[in-house]
């Protein structure tokens, strides 16, 4: 296991010194929270890239296509199409009419304290529970693969590290973590998918019979067909309706990729680190080629697990399909490819952690230093240098309550946590961010309902439906594991009635008459904020 | 630049004053230009149908895979099915989307905006 150590600390290393030539750069807001918005497109979407494929995607997804075979893919497939709602709808506009986080857009119209403070406590609902997942996961795997370490201080090491990334080296040190683990992982990916096509000749339908040979003892599908996750023949009612359940798992899903990804605020953050909104949508396509490869890749890594290394060999613990395949691709346990591998593979999880945390942790802490304490308590009155030490102070509280959460959730399904987050995600953020855009009668109060309503219904239906409990509940008071079908709508209705209601109770003058200045401010980059330009003294960061 | 800042913090000049409503009716006025109706005439024929289109194509599957899953299991190629052959068109289906909006955005999209934004500097706005 030594060398699985040894590799770890190379990256680690490697991100730490990027860490410290980041600091000496970050001096003003804007370096801190988007890195003097001077990233390059390629640059910015191979961050993009790094944010977004945390260790539900490299772990997870092939630990469920491992288990579950075809079903476990359809994480792969909505979690790239989402891009599409990104690409169309929200990247351009984010560029044009914020600053730092996705409050500025809302603020742009509604009042800003209230609209700030609910924006807020949904980003850091949202962050929170991605985070937590994520350090359950880092946690779960170094205890696993080095068994002197306890979960405990797994988790504290992943806090302290994140903690270091964000208060040093702010977006610009996260920004080059993302881009270096983007880069091992997507190397990782190429590595592993070769040598499992080596394996059949490099010819896809003999991978394809050997996976047509797996079969699910309970359900009696073999891997390559659908139902296995989700199996057919039950029903769920859904007020009065009664549906296939299968259909709406799937379809419920979709639906919380496929609006979740436009919601979330690590990602939304990142397209204020671009110079312009140009710069933003081809750093979205970039990513997207990049997101798409490695999706389809999961195929080999999944399957080849199953295939290679199957159930027994995986052990109970899905998140360590992944490793084991690259444990039994190098020569199999005990032999020294086989722990170059498994270091390697693990080592790259790590790093994948550890970056997907640092731009979590800095969505959250600028949600609460730029939204709430600058615009919230200072009313907007507050130097530059004082924000960023509140951003600081407050990503070393969020890292310090995040690490504490993490360890009392030991037993927590990862996957479940980051479902809370996409739910939240697509029910409180995404209609609220789609009206304050194109919805010329929406105010404060629709937008503050929609907000607190979205996320409040998404946590309640996830936790009184079947998933977080350990093991689930036989009759949850909801049935669907996935609560977008519901939630989703719920969060658009929230904030429209909300809307109806505020204007009610007299008009949001301010709403309505800032309604042409952001539609024109978002769709055309009007007075959009610069690239900074007061630094000089710092060289471009290439 | 300055004032814009602050008015995004604290919730903007109040509206009602002068200087409020000039600077309202300044951008109705941007809002209403032909340059300005010209991008969002372009933009909303391409973007709405390419919405649509991905929604229908995307749902389609977890449809397809729930509601049909004898004709999803039809073997194409060997023992590579239907569902994942579908699964595969969904990448490039999104890939070529994305190529051709951003292809759109950047030949069509960006020079009916810059007009807008000239036209805002000659209205002496949009900063």
């Known amino acids: 296991m030594t060398t699985t150590l040894w590799i770890t600390a190379i990256i680690?290393?490697?991100?730490?010194?990027?860490?410290?030539?980041?600091?000496?750069?970050?001096?003003?807001?804007?370096?801190?929270?988007?890195?003097?918005?001077?990233?390059?497109?390629?640059?910015?979407?191979?961050?993009?890239?790094?944010?977004?494929?945390?260790?539900?995607?490299?772990?997870?997804?092939?630990?469920?296509?491992?288990?579950?075979?075809?079903d476990g893919f359809m994480y792969s497939v909505g979690w790239l199409v989402a891009y599409l709602t990104v690409l169309l709808l929200i990247a351009e506009p984010i560029r044009n009419t914020g600053k730092y986080t996705m409050a500025d857009v809302l603020a742009y119209r509604m009042s800003a304290g209230p609209v700030r403070s609910a924006a807020a406590i949904s980003t850091l609902t949202v962050s929170g529970f991605y985070m937590i997942a994520q350090m359950v996961g880092a946690g779960s795997v170094l205890h696993l693969l080095v068994p002197g370490f306890s979960f405990k201080w797994a988790v504290v090491i992943v806090g302290v590290l994140m903690i270091g990334y964000v208060v040093l080296g702010g977006m610009i040190a996260t920004t080059w973590v993302q881009i270096v683990k983007a880069t091992l992982l997507m190397a990782g990916a190429v590595l592993l998918s070769i040598l499992v096509l080596g394996h059949f000749g490099f010819n896809p339908v003999r991978f394809f019979d050997a996976i047509a040979k797996v079969v699910d003892k309970k359900s009696g599908l073999n891997f390559t067909q659908p139902g296995i996750l989700y199996p057919h023949g039950k029903h769920v009612a859904l007020g009065p309706l009664t549906l296939d359940k299968s259909t709406i798992e799937n379809v419920s899903l979709g639906m919380a990729l496929i609006f979740g990804t436009a919601g979330l605020p690590h990602i939304l953050m990142r397209f204020y680190t671009v110079p312009t909104a140009r710069a933003a949508r081809t750093s979205v396509g970039w990513a997207m080629g990049l997101i798409g490869a490695f999706y389809v890749m999961t195929t080999f890594l999944g399957f080849g697990a199953a295939v290679l290394v199957g159930k027994t060999g995986i052990g109970t613990n899905n998140n360590l399909a992944a490793p084991k395949l690259a444990e039994f691709l190098g020569g199999g346990p005990n032999t020294f490819g086989g722990e170059l591998f498994l270091g390697f593979i693990s080592a790259?999880?790590?790093?994948?952690?550890?970056?997907?945390?640092?731009?979590?942790?800095?969505?959250?802490?600028?949600?609460?230093?730029?939204?709430?304490?600058?615009?919230?308590?200072?009313?907007?009155?507050?130097?530059?240098?004082?924000?960023?030490?509140?951003?600081?102070?407050?990503?070393?509280?969020?890292?310090?309550?995040?690490?504490?959460?993490?360890?009392?959730?030991?037993?927590?399904?990862?996957?479940?946590?980051?479902?809370?987050?996409?739910?939240?995600?697509?029910?409180?953020?995404?209609?609220?961010?789609?009206?304050?855009?194109?919805?010329?009668?929406?105010?404060?109060?629709?937008?503050v309902c929609g907000l607190i309503g979205g996320t409040a219904v998404s946590i309640v239906l996830v936790v009184i439906g079947p998933g977080l409990g350990t093991p689930p509940a036989a009759h949850p008071a909801f049935a669907l594991a996935n609560p977008g079908i519901v939630s989703i709508p719920l969060g658009f209705i929230f904030a429209i009635v909300g809307t109806y209601i505020g204007e009610a109770l007299g008009g949001d003058t301010r709403a309505k008459a800032m309604y042409p200045e952001i539609a024109v401010r978002s769709q055309t980059g009007v007075g959009a904020e610069p690239s900074s330009v007061a630094e000089e003294r710092i060289p471009a960061i290439v | 630049m300055e004032t814009r800042n602050r008015g995004q913090g604290t919730g903007g000049p109040p509206v009602g004053t002068e200087t409020a409503q000039t600077r309202a009716s300044q951008w109705e006025v941007l809002a209403a230009s032909p340059e300005f109706r010209r991008l969002i005439t372009a933009k909303r024929n391409f973007i709405?149908?390419?919405?649509?289109?991905?929604?229908?194509?995307?749902?389609?599957?977890?449809?397809?895979?729930?509601?049909?899953?004898?004709?999803?299991?039809?073997?194409?190629?060997?023992?590579?099915?239907?569902?994942?052959?579908?699964?595969?068109?969904?990448?490039?289906?999104?890939?070529?989307?994305?190529?051709?909006?951003?292809?759109?955005?950047?030949?069509?999209?960006?020079?009916?905006?810059?007009?807008?934004?000239?036209?805002?500097?000659?209205?002496?706005?949009?900063?």
């Open chain 2, 48 to 127: 709405i149908p390419a919405v649509i289109f991905f929604l229908v194509y995307y749902f389609a599957l977890p449809l397809g895979n729930g509601l049909a899953p004898s004709l999803m299991n039809t073997k194409i190629i060997g023992n590579i099915n239907l569902a994942y052959l579908f699964a595969l068109s969904e990448f490039v289906m999104a890939w070529i989307l994305a190529a051709v909006y951003i292809r759109r955005a950047n030949r069509i999209f960006d020079p009916l905006a810059a007009a807008v934004r000239k036209l805002a500097a000659r209205m002496g706005m949009g900063s």
């Open chain 1, 12 to 70: 680690v290393a490697i991100t730490l010194g990027i860490t410290i030539w980041a600091a000496r750069q970050t001096r003003t807001t804007v370096q801190f929270y988007a890195a003097g918005r001077k990233i390059n497109s390629w640059q910015n979407g191979l961050a993009i890239a790094g944010d977004y494929m945390s260790a539900a995607s490299f772990l997870g997804i092939a630990g469920l296509i491992a288990f579950n075979g075809y």
């Open chain 1, 348 to 447: 790259v999880a790590f790093a994948t952690i550890l970056a997907v945390v640092a731009g979590l942790t800095l969505a959250a802490s600028s949600a609460f230093a730029h939204d709430f304490w600058m615009n919230v308590v200072r009313g907007g009155k507050e130097s530059e240098s004082e924000q960023v030490l509140v951003a600081r102070i407050a990503a070393v509280g969020v890292g310090v309550i995040a690490v504490l959460v993490a360890i009392n959730l030991q037993t927590a399904n990862a996957a479940q946590l980051v479902a809370v987050a996409f739910a939240v995600a697509s029910s409180g953020n995404l209609p609220v961010i789609l009206f304050t855009l194109f919805w010329k009668r929406f105010n404060t109060v629709g937008a």
